[in-house]
């Protein structure tokens, strides 16, 4: 069984920057495409953006981009998102996610993380 925990969200002013980070343990973790959602108050979970095992990044939702990236360490378990010129509609928590095929990383992954609160002030 897979477990992913997040870190690193936290209370920021618009315009600056965090780092997320999502450790996975319990399965082998190089072989999945790796996630990351987020979810506003009041809105549904969101796509934001995903890694092959290979480190292949797939970042184009028009919300983030230019803005965050996505990147992994396999041999840390653990992947991580850069979020720069913070705005404060990126306010919500953000899920990190985890799956062994591409097709599910995008949409219903298997495997998910409790998330960790980003708020933004303006």
């Known amino acids: 069984q897979v477990a992913l925990v997040e870190s690193g969200g936290g209370l920021v002013q618009a315009g600056g920057s965090l780092r997320l980070s999502c450790v996975a343990s319990g399965g082998m973790f190089s072989n999945y495409f790796m996630g990351w959602f987020r979810q506003a108050p009041g809105k549904e979970r969101e796509f934001v953006a995903a890694?092959?095992?290979?480190?292949?990044?797939?970042n184009d939702v028009d919300s983030v981009k230019g803005r965050f990236t996505i990147s992994r360490d396999n041999a840390k378990n653990t992947v991580y998102l850069q979020m720069n010129s913070l705005k404060p509609e990126d306010t919500a928590v953000y899920y990190c996610a985890g799956d062994p095929t591409y097709h599910k990383i995008r949409t219903t992954p298997a495997y998910w993380g409790r998330g960790t609160q980003v708020t933004v002030s303006s």
């Open positions: 890694i092959s095992w290979g480190g292949d990044a797939t």
